[in-house]
């Protein structure tokens, strides 16, 4: 553990952004991934687009001397006062080496910092991971269920799994995902899961409230 160290990348034109995109590229499925072009322009400061500069976005990379190991990319809307998990992932060769527990945690002390920079509570980190059910083959479904232990182990509480992430491009379409919270006290009931998820929705992705996508997101909460 003492031989790899975590960083936040600042600019596209790090000399690791490019390993870091390379795991990523590994580690999701086409249909789950933002655009590279989208990534790097998210990632440099001063290519923020006016829409997005109310929310604050964090890459964060684990490398040893020689690779990039763990990348993460976090986000935090004081609108809704909700951090925001959006990709965790750490390659093969180290995992179950506590690395994806370690960067979790980095980022979820960052969106706390940035609630406190904005002057507003932390209600959590909204987690979208995705659904045993829809697995397709075997290997899949062992895949999914590693990470569904993962976040468990993580003490992640389920919000619902009637939650479709938007298409990430035009030529996509959304994707089916469990929402999961970390660190927070408020999901004690199905009410407070479905004030959770619909602020998520309408903070992060834009969404009003009655739209049928909110909707049935919130339909699923338990």
């Known amino acids: 553990m003492s031989d790899f160290r975590i960083r936040e990348l600042l600019s596209s034109h790090d000399p690791s952004f490019s390993d870091a995109m390379s795991l990523y590229e590994r580690s999701f499925p086409i249909e789950e991934r933002e655009p590279l072009d989208r990534m790097a322009r998210h990632t440099d400061p001063l290519l923020i687009s006016a829409r997005v500069q109310h929310r604050t976005r964090h890459l964060l990379i684990v490398e040893s001397e020689t690779q990039v190991v763990g990348m993460a990319l976090n986000m935090f809307a004081p609108k809704a006062q909700l951090g925001w998990l959006i990709y965790l992932a750490v390659d093969p060769s180290v995992k179950r080496s506590g690395l994806g527990s370690r960067l979790l945690r980095s980022g979820i002390s960052q969106l706390r910092l940035d609630a406190q920079f904005y002057g507003v509570p932390f209600r959590g980190a909204i987690l979208e991971v995705e659904r045993l059910q829809d697995a397709l083959t075997e290997e899949d479904r062992r895949i999914r269920s590693e990470r569904l232990s993962f976040f468990a182990r993580q003490d992640a509480v389920h919000l619902t799994d009637t939650y479709e992430q938007p298409a990430l491009s035009p030529d996509l379409s959304p994707v089916p995902l ?18 959770l998820v619909q602020d998520f929705m309408c903070g992060m992705w834009e969404f009003t409230p009655d739209d049928p996508a909110v909707i049935r997101a919130t339909e699923g909460c338990r």
């Open 178 to 195: 469990n929402l999961f919270l970390l660190e927070s006290l408020e999901a004690t009931s199905p009410s407070a899961k479905q004030n």
